[in-house]
């Protein structure tokens, strides 16, 4: 078996909730995940309750692989939160699905969490000390020990006191037997929204989960703030003091959907944005822009739109690569990328190519790119990044390679260019980055993976211990 | 889906462990477990460990089912435990599967359990109240808790605090990653027995787990027993004191394989003594004495010894009935016992036919033999039954069906044989049933389902609701 | 993978077919089929109609693995038919699974066949010389191209063109839109029978296959004929001129369950006779008679009731064992037999044990349980068979080990004996096989495989090659 | 569940091919299948052989789910032949898979096939009325018939007879055990090519089925050409008579992928150019040019690019979505296409929109996107189709809807501008359409769907029996 995706950032999850009498309430959120699964194709799970008892589906897999035969339903069911991950390989464990169900001294409580806690080593130590035992490695088991050793007495009480206690970054949907919980980290590093249904309400990662079924936006849920959702209506609940906001500038480049509006920025403005400023920082001159499907294509458009150059289609996508294949012969070294990618020969063919992607990670499919445009006759390829260089990892629930691995943590513009083989490279700069977001305040933000401004001091993480602190990832 | 087992008790579990440099350790608890399979098909896993890692395979199915592609298996590989367990529709939830593996302050355990804590609803709310949270429905979950919580310092005296703690039937096969351990109640409800391989130790409920791989059988664990094994060798610890023994009568009767010896006492040589002690007590005669296929043959064979009167075959099993089949048609009510038996007409007919079986749970299924072999044209049908009627429930790990659905709490041996519709009707007697027990004292026996006297205060269990304390059964 | 059962002959096929309107025919065939399940268990399939449309499913597998979701069903199907089959590894391939379905110029046909047609590759090598693909390995395609080229009218006629063009052994039921058809070959070879439903009409390989389903025996298909039934009745056809008979007397020794009666003869009073007699010519004497279980079992009562030597069990079967297994280490060769049986040591310490067994093919399992009563503490072990030494392979229909692997083709009794390593060893005679049929005219059976005597001349059959004619086997 | 393609023509099938000794055959084709996936998404085959012996995996599904596990594999194998195939619930069913394998008089064959032969039914009514069964309801096997009934010696020469009688279009792949063969109609409806490979050959439905695994484009299989690979080379034969081209024009329209090249003709420049033809026809004046993704795109940039107007992203297509998915709530009727597609607010809010899609069929997709545009604050819709009005059903491979869903059999372009509800409505004119092809000659292309002038006779179809012809849809 071969991975298809190495070279890229992963977000780590999708959270999902809907609390609606009358509705499907599964099913809503089946369809829900499905809006985002781009933000996790390992995993996903989903957990009800019809105010007594609660189920729960989990599985390895898209959500039309592991709800092919169906949905958890339950009669009179009017809670259900929802939950998407990726994950690597290694620690890619049926006991680490989610959302987790649980029973403690105040019932029975399910949550879905989005984002990584950097200080659950920590925590997690002081727990197990004081005889506590841990099932999975997800941050979430520490949170809900966290709650379940609360002395407040409200269910919500006890959130915020567990969350009071945690760093690092989480969006999460929770469920009790009659209440529907979200909440978001002080910070507000990844993103988490409320939407209306004529008698109910969702909470959903991205807002495009909210269209998919209908929903209507009602806001973001903001840093720090809980909103509770009950037969009584809904409330909301500001549970940590105002801290220096840092939500993750990746969302608007790359992890989330180009439909989706984030603190009332549209993410496809922002990356049209990002392809416009590109254009005007790099000055490049070409017959036309193409883009590296799908995840260049806004940029690329923008860039076309302020370059006055034609956006055309140069690589076609296979729309049905799947995460993995089976590597035929050892000959072909450029398989995975040529089983994703073609260069279209009569587009590119004698001219000087504009290639727009969004980020370079590793480097080595850039480079396989620039060389298979060569082949298909490209007389100049120059490549322009909608985002800077990445040097640093992120502590805030990405997947990121070790340092080591990121090639602008060791080399420089030139070098890479030299490495890709391209005839010229260009990075977006950190302040066009910031200029392209019109609706929402750039300094609010977390650049760290770019300028290693780490927004929230991290603890002692050993280098390259990101990922695997309890074993496995976590989420 | 229509169930064919529902009319008997079942054991609710099997355990199983090795410890064994050198040998493929997870392979042998695979085969382990095939041999132990009729003590649970609802569902099987295998934990193993190198030393510093520790995996797990679990899943729903027979043995051959959840172990169809692979078994776990990692490098120097040399400790691994097992379970095979029966449950319920209901509560056959992929996440009650065993082993269970945690972290805990001193690493990582995974735990085998079987039988029934008649305690462990009053420790678990004891623990929730303490901030513990639960996320199956299964006894192990409590034991391990009481472990991580001990101020004690080796697992083994963590483990011995724990069982101290807890009332009830229990074995148990735990592994940390570098001793195995076994342990079984102090009144020895469950079987649990240790072989020796060449370089290596086994741990099986049954011995019939140690002969299918060759294992040497050593000796029983004793009552109140924990035998540690590491690499320093095997060590034994008495962890409580002293009390009334209550081994289950049930394991000789029928649970237990034939060729298993529990205690010192042959499984089968009890089986056949009860048979010969039938004969003796009934004093039935008759052209032919049969057996109900599998569980009363071996009875029906020390039957015919006794009486003197030939033993055959009147009634063929199908081997290949699984659990479950489609039912047909709803005119066909009989469609399930005829699935699974089937008179033959030149064996009883015109026949007085001795017809022997184990054990009468609700009378559904005796009937309907009886009026089977009726239609095969036997002349008279006596049956006897090798053990006496079981009038109340079991707290000790069995499946029993609530009170009101023993047939023999509510009526007289007449009014039975009346229900059944057989010539005459005989159960053996709590004498003979002791009788029969040539090689193990019959007062260190439970003998409760049939004369109530519980060895174990069993707490004040609500009548019915043995099976799902936690929502879901135990095992 | 292990192959646990490649120490035996197998039958190969079971057919089946209802036609009632008013039942759930297809839900009828599945329990037929469960009842059959013994005559193959390496594929299933069931085929019904409407009147109008065919619809089939077929797979790999058990019968209630291949129908663990659904049986094929359609509103007012009214005739189904079905089809159970064993086959080795190597040529198990789904496109021979049976049913059959196919449009020819009459309409539609769906066809099950157990047996073998001797010139199959005769007429088919004439067929394709004629034009005609093969897209299976199965002779049912000869037989279902046949009725295809027929130039009779009717389905029945041109069926009974087919069947007078092949040789050899065969037992079919057949379907069209409005029509199900069974025939036998004319030498009786495999067992045929009919049933009758309250409002409709069964085909069953064995009466088991009746009663199962509560339909009543009416009476074997005779050698030679075709019944159809149809809405207007039941009609008989003798399509082939009367031929010696030679029914295969392997049917009575293992293949058919004892609970079956064929052609008048009940299959366990044939076995339980051939016990009876086999106590006779051998004249052992023993401590304890003792069955190698299942197949052993029914004559191994007959020799305990004739020798006035108890019964007992002495070897424990799993019956948890399915066809293959994961090999565990290379160190232990026995692991299969030992995972199948065990050996009762408090049964057969110290005593002198007479075992019967159907019959020996290869000798290494007989062997093997000799080896493991012996570790078990058998004084002495004296091993009966109830067949006669297999020295020839079976062209009807058997899947036989080519000649040199069946250990009576190279040894002598004696040497067998020292091979298995029996203190005696004694076969059951052909005149005491005759005997033992007290309800069929010994004279019209084949016993081939024990004297050469084939009732077919069976074409120029190369030496091995019975089995993959067509590069798979037939059935 | 809930169909989501049911609005779109659908190819109906890919075919492969490579030949080639020291390379992993089976393996290549797979990747090429992986490429061809968008002409048939229902089930995939793959066929090898090492010289002897053919082995086949065939199942329902994408390639990497019918090949999940593994791909068939054979020592020494040097020739495979793959396929995809589209197909509607109903009819598809396994036995329908290719490719099939069959044995005739001449040896082996296995055959894989796209197209639609308009006279198979008369054939096949001829062949059965001459002893012929059929197995399947694919044309594959009336070929596979003529081919062994040809007095023909050579399997080449044979073919050609089997072809010069069917009549209608198709491309087709067989193997025998030493040949790979490669053909297409006189009149060449579908396409296929022919690549190299270091040392050996492919065919491929399309020249990206080359390009994915590394391949030489030599060039287009000619129509009524076969192409004859062996160990010798290769050789080509005109098996028929010139006759008048009719390639399919709705491959440059819609099936094809963009980045390949048919008849010299690249795909992705026949749709710009449609594209910007459609901009040089409509004159339609707006603010944006969006394309209905993914069909619309490539004609929606030639739109952008001649009309001078930006082309932007305002539809965003959820890439997870399969074919099938559990609906939800009968409320939301318009889930389906919410699931698939989303409109970007912020793009279209305010803008008149000139929105670009490759066809209509039914309408009512349309009808859906112009309303979700609207929804989401388009000012104005204009919608502009790169072909004409569809008027007519295919007879030659395309699963077409019956004439009368088509909606542009009923309405005039006005009546169907009001049923979506758009503001304008541009159909591309035929000429227009002709025009876009500047490397093909338009006068050698079939049109029928959209101007009746049916290029082969195609017999007495009756009205929407098209597709059903035995019963089962064809390939
Ligand atoms: N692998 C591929 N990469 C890119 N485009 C493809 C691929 N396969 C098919 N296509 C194109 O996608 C189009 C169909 O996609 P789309 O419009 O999204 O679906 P629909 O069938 O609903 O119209 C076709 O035009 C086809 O040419
Ligand atoms: N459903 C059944 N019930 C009882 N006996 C059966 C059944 N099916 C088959 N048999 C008998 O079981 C025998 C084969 O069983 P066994 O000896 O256990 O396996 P084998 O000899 O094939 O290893 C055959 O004699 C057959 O008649
Ligand atoms: N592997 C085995 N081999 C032989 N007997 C077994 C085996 N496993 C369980 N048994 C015995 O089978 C009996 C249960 O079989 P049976 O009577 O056929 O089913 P039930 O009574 O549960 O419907 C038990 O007495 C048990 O001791
Ligand atoms: N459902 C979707 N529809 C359109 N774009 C999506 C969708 N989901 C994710 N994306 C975008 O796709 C991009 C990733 O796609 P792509 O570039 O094809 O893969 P890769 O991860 O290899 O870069 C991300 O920018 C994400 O915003
Ligand atoms: S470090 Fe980078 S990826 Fe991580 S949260 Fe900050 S901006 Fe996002
Ligand atoms: S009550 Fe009965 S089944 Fe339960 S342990 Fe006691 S003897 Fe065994
Ligand atoms: S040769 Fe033997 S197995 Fe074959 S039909 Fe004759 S008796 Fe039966
Ligand atoms: S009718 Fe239309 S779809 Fe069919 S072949 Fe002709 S152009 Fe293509
Ligand atoms: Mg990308
Ligand atoms: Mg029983
Ligand atoms: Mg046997
Ligand atoms: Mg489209």
Same mark, same amino acid.
């Given at each position: 078996?071969?991975?298809?995706?190495?070279?890229?950032?992963?977000?780590?999850?999708?959270?999902?909730?809907?609390?609606?009498?009358?509705?499907?309430?599964s099913?809503?959120t089946?369809?829900?995940?499905?809006?985002?699964?781009?933000?996790?194709?390992?995993s996903a799970g989903i957990a009800v309750t !019809?105010?007594?008892w609660m189920d729960v589906t989990r599985g390895?897999?898209?959500?039309?692989?592991v709800f092919?035969?169906q949905v958890p339903h339950m009669?009179?069911q009017?809670i259900a939160i929802g939950h998407?991950?990726?994950?690597?390989?290694?620690?890619?464990?049926l006991q680490?699905t989610q959302p987790l169900i649980v029973n403690?001294?105040?019932?029975k409580i399910s949550l879905a969490?989005?984002?990584?806690?950097?200080?659950?080593?920590?925590?997690?130590?002081?727990?197990?000390?004081?005889?506590?035992?841990? +099932?999975?490695?997800?941050?979430t088991?520490?949170?809900?020990?966290?709650?379940?050793?609360?002395?407040?007495?409200?269910?919500?009480?006890?959130?915020? !006191?567990?969350?009071?206690?945690?760093?690092?970054?989480?969006?999460?949907?929770?469920m009790?037997?009659?209440?529907?919980?979200?909440?978001? !980290?002080?910070?507000?590093?990844?993103?988490?929204?409320?939407?209306?249904?004529?008698?109910?309400?969702?909470?959903?990662?991205?807002?495009?989960?909210?269209?998919?079924?209908?929903?209507?936006?009602?806001?973001?849920?903001?840093?720090?703030?809980?909103?509770?959702?009950?037969?009584?209506?809904?409330?909301?609940?500001?549970?940590?003091?105002?801290?220096?906001?840092?939500?993750?500038?990746?969302?608007?480049?790359?992890?989330?959907?180009?439909?989706?509006?984030?603190?009332? +920025?549209?993410?496809? !403005?922002?990356?049209?944005?990002?392809?416009?400023?590109?254009?005007?920082?790099?000055?490049?001159?070409?017959?036309?822009?193409?883009?590296?499907?799908?995840?260049?294509?806004?940029?690329?458009?923008?860039?076309?739109?302020?370059?006055?150059?034609?956006?055309?289609?140069?690589?076609?996508?296979?729309?049905?690569?799947?995460?993995?294949?089976?590597?035929?012969?050892?000959?072909?070294?450029?398989?995975?990328?040529?089983?994703?990618?073609?260069?279209?020969?009569?587009?590119?063919?004698?001219?000087?190519?504009?290639?727009?992607?969004?980020?370079?990670?590793?480097?080595?499919?850039?480079?396989?790119?620039?060389?298979?445009?060569?082949?298909?006759?490209?007389?100049?390829?120059?490549?322009?990044?909608?985002?800077?260089?990445?040097?640093?990892?992120?502590?805030?629930?990405?997947?990121?390679?070790?340092?080591?691995?990121?090639?602008?943590?060791?080399?420089?513009?030139?070098?890479?260019?030299?490495?890709?083989?391209?005839?010229?490279?260009?990075?977006?700069?950190?302040?066009?980055?910031?200029?392209?977001?019109?609706?929402?305040?750039?300094?609010?933000?977390?650049?760290?993976?770019?300028?290693?401004?780490?927004?929230?001091?991290?603890?002692?993480?050993?280098?390259?211990?990101?990922?695997?602190?309890?074993?496995?990832?976590?989420?």
């Amino acid at each position: 078996m071969y991975e298809l995706l190495g070279n890229k950032w992963h977000e780590e999850c999708g959270v999902y909730g809907v609390f609606a009498h009358d509705e499907d309430v599964s099913a809503l959120t089946y369809l829900g995940l499905y809006a985002l699964q781009h933000r996790g194709q390992e995993s996903a799970g989903i957990a009800v309750t !019809d105010g007594a008892w609660m189920d729960v589906t989990r599985g390895m897999g898209l959500v039309n692989e592991v709800f092919r035969h169906q949905v958890p339903h339950m009669d009179n069911q009017y809670i259900a939160i929802g939950h998407v991950r990726y994950s690597t390989t290694g620690s890619s464990l049926l006991q680490n699905t989610q959302p987790l169900i649980v029973n403690y001294s105040g019932g029975k409580i399910s949550l879905a969490h989005n984002g990584n806690l950097t200080n659950a080593m920590e925590i997690r130590k002081k727990l197990e000390d004081d005889g506590t035992i841990f +099932q999975t490695s997800i941050d979430t088991e520490v949170i809900l020990n966290l709650i379940a050793r609360s002395r407040k007495e409200t269910v919500e009480e006890r959130l915020a !006191d567990s969350l009071n206690q945690v760093k690092g970054a989480y969006c999460i949907t929770l469920m009790t037997e009659n209440k529907l919980i979200g909440a978001r !980290d002080p910070q507000g590093f990844r993103p988490l929204c409320l939407g209306k249904l004529e008698n109910g309400w969702v909470l959903s990662s991205e807002s495009c989960g909210l269209d998919v079924i209908g929903a209507e936006f009602v806001r973001d849920i903001e840093p720090g703030e809980m909103v509770i959702i009950d037969d009584s209506g809904i409330k909301s609940v500001h549970f940590a003091p105002k801290q220096q906001l840092a939500s993750c500038i990746f969302e608007y480049i790359y992890f989330a959907r180009p439909d989706s509006v984030i603190d009332g +920025q549209s993410v496809h !403005d922002a990356r049209f944005m990002m392809g416009r400023i590109l254009a005007r920082e790099s000055k490049f001159k070409g017959d036309i822009v193409i883009s590296v499907p799908d995840s260049g294509t806004t940029a690329a458009t923008g860039y076309a739109y302020e370059a006055g150059i034609p956006f055309v289609e140069g690589l076609m996508k296979n729309r049905y690569i799947g995460r993995t294949f089976i590597q035929p012969t050892q000959k072909k070294r450029d398989t995975a990328v040529q089983l994703k990618l073609n260069a279209i020969r009569s587009v590119v063919e004698g001219k000087s190519v504009i290639m727009v992607d969004d980020s370079i990670v590793r480097g080595t499919t850039s480079g396989k790119i620039v060389k298979m445009l060569r082949n298909a006759g490209a007389k100049e390829v120059h490549m322009c990044v909608s985002s800077p260089p990445i040097g640093f990892p992120c502590y805030y629930g990405i997947d990121t390679s070790v340092r080591k691995e990121l090639i602008a943590a060791k080399k420089s513009v030139e070098e890479i260019r030299q490495y890709i083989e391209a005839d010229s490279l260009h990075f977006l700069s950190i302040e066009g980055l910031k200029e392209s977001l019109t609706a929402v305040n750039p300094n609010n933000m977390c650049y760290a993976c770019f300028n290693s401004d780490y927004p929230v001091e991290q603890g002692k993480q050993p280098e390259g211990s990101g990922k695997y602190v309890f074993e496995q990832r976590k989420c």
